[in-house]
Nanobody
């Protein structure tokens, strides 16, 4: 079992930055990959970024490349998503997820076993 709790969302203006956090508990944090996904109203959940179990491999959606950075802190059992140059189209509920099986930075949400409750990010123009 893995429990995930996101935080750090909020209301910001276009061009601002936010750092999302996802605190994990339960199974050893170094044994699984982590991902960030988002879902805007009326849209499907989409991949944002992922990081593998030991932090040396990352993956980003095209929309996130150059603006977002994923990282993980093993001492704090936390994965972060640093989001810079935010745009109104980044507005969504952001979810973190844990991939216990493949441990790779996968973009497929079906490969993730546990999900957090989500944190709202709203970017005004």
């Amino acid at each position: 079992q893995v429990q995930l709790v996101e935080s750090g969302g909020g209301l910001v203006q276009a061009g601002d930055s936010l750092r999302l956090s996802c605190a994990a508990s339960g199974r050893s944090f170094s044994s699984y990959g982590m991902g960030w996904f988002r879902q805007a109203p009326g849209k499907e959940r989409e991949f944002v970024s992922a990081i593998n179990w030991n932090g040396d491999n990352t993956n980003y959606a095209d929309s996130a490349k150059g603006r977002f950075t994923i990282s993980r802190d093993y001492a704090k059992n936390t994965v972060y998503l640093q989001m810079n140059s935010l745009k109104p189209e980044d507005t969504a509920v952001y979810y973190c997820a844990a991939d216990l099986t493949f441990r790779t930075p996968d973009a497929n949400p079906l490969k993730y076993d546990y999900w957090g409750q989500g944190t709202q990010v709203t970017v005004s123009s």
